[in-house]
């Protein structure tokens, strides 16, 4: 074919690392028309980071740094500081300054700029004038798929699940089959003037006057049905629904003294063991506690304390002097019932204020069926606003009526009332199952489930009409698709997960997906789906429209195809590029999680074709097919009947399966691209071990911020939350294995000027080590296996390989800093604790850093993180992110595993109190870093006698690798602002500059008075 034969890819050489992971991050950001808000995926990735890789693993590598360049900054733009204004949580402003691109394609909303069409041309030349085949077997919420389609190339998007494969469909299929087509607006929607205003204020900018004109035509049937693309169908359809629906439902949501509800909040309920009363489960008694509107539940013993009633106190006034006190006080008037987590969680009685309900007992009386739950407080739309009441007798009447509707609803629904177990994995995702939450219809309070069996009801209706009214049928299965996704976006924001959100956003309910886990809420809130504002059946339905409009507007070239599959088998067609995003481990529990959506999906879109009622068949969404051994790919130890080694082994194997299976989808000189959202050494290098296998070349990785911290040191070095895309290619089949030790010399010999560029292209951080494994793997990785010189039949393994990858790259690192950043020869020679030391004192600096990149970094030289903070009481675990949402954090407790968000910070030098500080101990060598803590520390105290005694015992005044240290450290010091630490090492090293290799007398007299100015130093 072309040059992409011999040429290396871009993504091979070069990559906007920096534009890809600012872009990345903006994007969380964006809304509108973004396919995050078509329908909940876990773990979706950012479309500019997934445009990035696309474009760079299709396109060749120029060859020349000019043209690289030019292509680079047509692709990412250019990186600029931008000033801007931060409210602080005091509510003073700040100027921050922040990184932007400019220019590029990647930042969400540039993706129609005409370098998109270049890019376009570029890669089909590429091709020979063809669209590029891309597959992806774990598309997932389809990000990979949705970017290659926009770049032209004709796509295979495979998942396993049904829900993610419904999406896919939304996302690739309908728009290629029906965004061009225009179709009449059925009838009914002409002839609604509500409708028909919405759409001429939608689809064109008129004064009033042109309003009021086009409307009264409209009413006088002067209009004839405008053709309109599918997006206003599904608007249309959608507004069919709804009326269809209040029909059924207004009752549900009486207008009380004419304020519309807004939502009612509800508290679950448990009888105390102490005296029986019954407790309303509370976090917190605040409805409402913002500047200007501060809004209290009151609790109180009923007459026979056989209970509570409730009360609304508005305008609470602020108390207390400086915000700390005024925190605090608010923070004891809001303590709810529940205090506590976990274990330790507890429900305090409000009659006997007794803390007669431990964690145990709650969960005992979920079990046994026996927490109910009280609606505590109602929110209307007053005149001014959210306004906040108790509820009436006939609002809790209309809610017994509820329950006794449900069977009914459901009755008319395939499959009736969603009663299918909610799966408990390994991991806990499904926390609410310890509850007796152990059904899916449990999530929902009755009224709930019957307005959502109801619009569900109607938009199959929905479809019967559309046929009636002659539309195709494809058309009609587009519509009634995004119909459904606009009711999974409802569904999500009416289960009993949901929380009230203190911010007025969205319609101040809190999804039940704003994480990856279902956990019991104990005070929850129910919107009310009529309503026209946010969170209700039409703002739902609007935000899939809005995606099915820009999906409309990507005119695919290429034949998309959208496949329900196991990626264990390869498909039958071979792809020119295979990027994919696997499952990790057991990060997220899919299925178990998104077989919320999966029970609806299935009463909402059966009988709709017969692929639907294939993909729907089962109860749920698949999980393990022992028999087959085959299934969702994730290390869950519940389907091995608790067996941990037999479900790692299975989802390894697993992978290595889909890797050869990727192999035999790729033409020969195709390339794989595989994301690893993961960052733990040991797992990502079993994977690469699974690739390397399965018989490919890994010849580049890219670490790409998704996410990042908003303090200003973490934006600078810390990837907080980073994937990384690893480049491979197809080994030759007459590759030999090779030798350990030529390996390793020609990856030391190749990876220096990689490095290098590395480090002048300003990648810093661990994003340095994970992006320099890619390319030093190239070596290992081109032979099938690496055998050991010294020892006949063994292997070099992946981990044993990149140990020394890592240590050349951390040497590489600490050299730069020893020289100032200057051309910095390595730093080998140092001993290990001392060069963590200069790499965490480098990036994090004496800040909070995240146990992630530290323990990539204790790996790389040759340490654990234990070791450092046990053996060598040099790092301290800190606990979770300061950013962390506290009441979030204490439910995730429960489900997290013991690492994530957990961070950890270096002790200062003058904390360092053991007592074997800088002597040998247990026959190891005492680290460099021990050594010059010590003699700080005898520095501080004016013991010139004891630092001179240490030095010459040490032989440091002669050690050329101390001095470099010493200095490093005064410049880090300086630069962190830390100026006590700063004025000590400064005089310290004054000191040893000045005596020489011998000291006199004088000189500690010197000393003596240069200790005494160093105190009062200060560096601002
Ligand atoms: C990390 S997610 C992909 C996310 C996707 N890249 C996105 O941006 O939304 C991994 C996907 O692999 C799918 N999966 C798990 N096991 C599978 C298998 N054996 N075959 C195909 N897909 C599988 C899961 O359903 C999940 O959607």
Redesign the pocket.
């Known amino acids: 074919m072309n040059n992409l034969e011999q040429n290396r890819r871009l993504i091979e050489v070069a990559f906007p690392l920096k534009q890809a992971s600012l872009d990345s991050v903006h994007e969380k950001n964006v809304r509108h028309g973004h396919i995050s808000t078509l329908h909940i ?5 950012p479309l500019a980071a ?1 445009r990035a890789a696309l474009i760079a693993t299709l396109l060749p590598d120029p060859g020349n740094k000019e043209e690289r360049d030019r292509i680079l900054e047509r692709l990412g733009g250019r990186v600029v500081e931008v000033t801007k204004k931060k409210k602080l949580p005091s509510g003073k402003v700040e100027d921050i300054k922040v990184e932007e691109t400019v220019g590029g394609i990647l930042h969400w909303g540039r993706e129609s700029s005409p370098d998109l069409e270049w890019f376009r041309q570029k890669i089909r030349e590429a091709y020979g004038g063809r669209p590029p085949r891309v597959l ?9 798929p949705l970017e290659a389609m926009r770049l032209g190339c004709e796509v295979t998007a ?4 049904p829900v ?1 494969w419904f999406i896919l469909k939304c996302t690739l299929e309908y728009p290629q089959r029906l965004a061009d087509q225009h179709r009449p607006l059925p009838q009914f929607a002409v002839e609604s003037p509500e409708f028909m205003e919405q759409f001429f204020k939608g689809t064109g900018k008129l004064t009033k006057k042109q309003l009021e004109r086009n409307l009264s035509a409209v009413q006088q049937r002067l209009f004839p049905p405008p053709d309109v693309d599918l997006a206003w169908h599904v608007r249309a359809w959608g507004w069919w629904v709804l009326q269809q629906a209040k029909k059924d439902l207004e009752r549900f949501y009486p207008v009380i003294d004419g304020k519309p509800t807004v939502a009612y909040l509800w508290a679950r309920t448990v009888k105390c063991k102490n005296c029986r009363a019954t407790i309303p489960l509370l976090k917190t008694k605040w409805l409402c506690k913002k500047d200007n509107k501060r809004v209290l539940l009151t609790v109180a013993p009923n007459g026979d304390r056989t209970g509570v009633v409730f009360g609304i106190q508005a305008d609470v006034p602020q108390v207390g002097g400086n915000a700390a006190q005024r925190r605090e006080h608010d923070r004891q008037l809001g303590a709810g019932t529940v205090r506590g987590k976990g274990a330790n969680l507890v429900a305090i009685c409000p009659c006997c204020s007794q803390p007669s309900m431990k964690a145990d007992d709650l969960r005992a009386e979920g079990i046994a069926g026996r927490l109910a739950a009280v609606v505590t407080a109602v929110v209307v739309d007053g005149q001014d606003g959210r306004e906040y009441r108790l509820s009436t007798e006939r609002e809790i009447g209309i809610a017994v009526e509820a329950a006794s509707r449900v069977q009914e609803v459901f009755a008319g629904l395939p499959f009736g009332l969603p009663d299918e177990p909610i799966v408990e994995d390994a991991k806990r995702n499904t926390w609410c199952v310890q509850y007796g939450v152990d059904r899916w219809f449990k999530l929902f309070t009755a009224r709930q489930l019957v307005a959502l069996a109801t619009f569900a009801r109607h938009s199959r209706s929905a479809r019967e009409e559309i046929e009636k009214a002659g539309y195709p049928v494809q058309w009609g299965e587009g519509i009634q698709a995004y119909l459904a996704a606009g009711l999974d976006r409802l569904i999500d924001r009416c289960s009993t997960v949901c929380r009230p959100d203190p911010t007025p956003t969205q319609s101040g309910v809190i999804n039940t997906f704003s994480r990856f886990a279902l956990p019991l809420v104990w005070d929850y809130i129910e919107g009310a789906p009529l309503q026209e504002g946010s969170g209700a059946y039409l703002h739902s339905l609007e935000w899939v429209t809005k995606v099915a409009e820009h999906l409309g507007g990507l005119c695919p070239a290429g034949r998309n195809e959208v496949v329900r ?4 088998l390869p498909p039958s067609h071979l792809s020119d590029v295979v990027v ?5 481990y057991d990060a ?1 529990g ?2 178990v999680l998104m077989d919320f959506f999966y029970v609806w999906l299935r009463r909402t879109l059966y009988g709709l074709s017969p692929e639907i009622d294939l993909a729907f068949r089962e109860p749920l969404g698949p999980k393990w097919d022992h028999e087959a051994n ?5 290390d869950d130890a519940s389907r091995f009947g608790g067996d941990k080694d037999k479900s790692r082994s299975a989802y390894e194997h ?1 992978m290595f399966r ?1 890797f050869q299976a990727s192999h035999r989808a790729l033409k020969p000189d195709g390339r794989l691209v595989v ?1 690893f ?1 993961n960052k733990q050494p040991e797992a990502w290098e079993s994977l690469v071990s699974a690739i390397i296998r399965a018989g490919f070349v890994v010849d580049a990785s890219w670490p790409i911020q998704t996410e990042m911290g908003n303090r200003t040191r973490a934006l600078a070095s810390a990837a907080l939350a980073s994937s990384v895309w690893l480049v491979c290619k197809k080994r030759s089949e007459l590759a030999r294995p090779g030798w350990d030790t030529t390996v390793l010399a020609e990856m030391r010999e190749r990876i220096q000027t990689r490095l290098r560029e590395f480090w002048d292209a300003g990648i810093r951080g661990p994003d340095f080590v994970w992006a320099a494994s890619g390319p030093a793997l190239e070596v290992y990785s081109r032979h099938p296996v690496v055998k050991k010189a010294d020892a006949p039949g063994e292997l070099m393994t992946v981990a044993e390989f990149l140990r020394h990858v890592r240590r050349i790259v951390v040497d590489f690192v600490v050299g730069q800093v020893l020289s100032h950043n200057g051309t910095g020869e390595s730093a080998s020679g140092l001993d290990d604790v001392t060069t963590y030391y200069i790499l965490h004192r480098y990036d994090f600096g004496v800040q909070e850093a995240p146990i992630g990149a530290c323990i990539l970094y204790a790996i790389s030289c040759g340490l654990s993180d234990r070791d450092l903070s046990d053996r060598y009481d040099l790092l301290v675990r800190t606990g979770q992110a300061e950013e962390e949402d506290e009441e979030l954090a204490e439910e995730e407790d429960e489900v997290e595993s013991a690492t994530s968000g957990a961070r950890v910070k270096l002790k200062a030098w003058h904390q360092r109190f053991r007592k074997s500080l800088g002597l040998e101990a247990e026959g190891r060598s005492t680290p460099l870093i021990d050594q010059i803590h010590k003699l700080m520390q005898l520095w501080r105290v004016g013991d010139v006698v004891r630092v001179d005694d240490y030095l010459d015992s040490r032989a440091l005044r002669r050690n050329q690798l101390f001095a470099r240290v010493l200095q490093a450290l005064i410049e880090l010091a300086r630069e962190q602002r830390q100026s006590e630490e700063c004025s000590v090492l400064e005089s310290l090293s004054n000191h040893v500059a000045a005596r020489g290799v011998a000291v006199e007398n004088g000189a500690r007299r010197k000393a003596q008075r240069e200790l005494k100015v160093t105190e009062t130093i200060r560096i601002d």
């Not at 994919?580 to 990790?584: K, V």
């Open positions: 995926w876990p773990a979706r990735r997934c992806d077997p774990f598309a997932g919420g389809g990000a990979i495979i998942d396993i699940n993610a599959a196991s990626s264990l994919t995003d696997p499952p990790y997220i899919y299925s085959d299934g969702e790919l994730i697993g889909a994301v959202a």
